[in-house]
């Protein structure tokens, strides 16, 4: 099977985006190598979802039929403190209280 996309890539985040026609052929390819290819992609977007987060997991199942679908913020205390990281200090000390609120304190 061939396909052809249509992308935009910019050289850097200044740059004019310039616009690419990429076919996609799969002849003579086996099914492991177009899974094993897929699988690539996806455990790189999913590396992507973790760094943004702020949170690794130890474990993690990615379903192909959900693919291409972000995955909601999980709130663990890695995840808030990478986050935390951007934070002004006001912002930080409002987050500090808004957590010793919930504590009841």
């Not at 992308?7 to 310039?18: C, F, W």
């Not at 690794?56 to 972000?70: C, S």
């Not at 200090?89 to 500090?96: C, P, S």
């Amino acid at each position: 099977m061939k396909k052809v996309y249509e992308v935009s890539t910019k050289q850097d985040e200044k740059a004019v985006a310039k616009t690419t026609q990429v076919t996609v052929d799969d002849t003579g390819a086996t099914p492991e190598q177009l899974f094993d290819q897929a699988a690539r992609t996806l455990i790189v977007t999913a590396q992507g979802g973790w760094r943004r987060n702020g949170s690794i997991p130890p474990n993690f199942t990615i379903m192909v039929k959900d693919a291409g679908t972000r995955q909601p913020f999980v709130a663990t205390p890695d995840s808030i403190a990478a986050k935390a990281q951007v934070m002004s200090k006001e912002e930080k000390l409002a987050l500090i209280k808004k957590i010793q609120e919930s504590l009841g304190k």
